[in-house]
């Protein structure tokens, strides 16, 4: 171990040592350090990969705003299949790249998540929710399309037993998930917290995210042509990889466990002592 306290490669037990210990050296120099996570961060935790091979929007592409708004049926079928998976994924349990990233992040040495996802695990691991963006929304809330109310989503799903298409009680418009569709902008005041925050990182750590869904995916564009340091954890080659100055090519759990031990040590990295 060295005097600032990180182990050598050859110590951290994990398949991507080298690149595991390439990434501590960045992160040890760095002042700041945003994550931007996708949803190969969450697979683990058995939540599909939406865009994957074999994916949820390969088999049944979700519908566009206008669909949803024009058509009755597309309502009907989103609602019952909401009936049906909410409860799925409001069950799901953060796995250990989530518990890694919360670490981190409670230590100091993480400052913001960007997410991509609307599963909530980031904060369910306990990343803090005011440092927690999350671009897309969240499944864990419902919003009227015409009023904007926001209503918890288990009230909604509470009430999904007898209504089949349930209205809004404040102005009787529609509601939908508060996560974006197609044909929807992306909320722009967290769109503008992740670019400020991609301009003022200096590492910016992607995680299981493709890097082509836009604009998201300027996000860790802004923070590279903004000077920072990229670090690219995934399973399969993005469209960011040549301006990466270390890639994981593996699981998010594993290497972000790895690094977190390494940054952290054994005891807090696990959640214990």
Sequence with gaps: MDAAGTPPAASIRSPYASEINELVELAR???????????????????????????????????????????????????????????ALRAKAPNAGHIALARLQAAGILSTIVTQNI??????????????????GTAHQVRCLDCGTIWPADEIQARLAR??????????????????????????????????????????????SSLVVQPAARVPEVASASGAA????????????????????????????????????KNQASGSG
């Design 29 to 87: 120099s760095a002042r700041v350090i945003v994550a931007f996570t996708g949803a190969g961060i969450s697979t683990e935790s058995g939540i599909p990969d939406y865009r994957g091979p074999g994916g949820v929007w390969e088999r049944n592409a979700p519908p566009t705003l206008s669909d949803f708004r024009e058509n009755e049926e597309t309502r009907r079928r989103y609602w019952i299949e909401r009936r049906e998976r909410y409860g």
């Design 119 to 136: 599963d909530g695990l980031h904060q369910k691991a306990g990343s803090d929710p005011g440092r927690t963006i999350e671009l897309h």
């Design 163 to 208: 209504e089949p298409l349930p209205d809004c009680g404040m102005c009787g418009g529609m509601l939908r998930a508060a996560t974006v569709l197609f044909g929807q902008a992306m909320p722009e005041e967290s769109l503008a917290r992740a670019f400020e925050a991609a301009r003022a990182c200096d590492l910016m750590l992607v995680v299981g």
């Design 230 to 265: 990229l670090a690219i954890v995934n399973n399969e080659p993005t469209p960011l990889d040549p301006l990466a100055d270390v890639i994981v090519r593996g699981s998010a759990g594993a290497a972000l466990g790895a690094f977190a031990k390494a940054l952290l040590g």
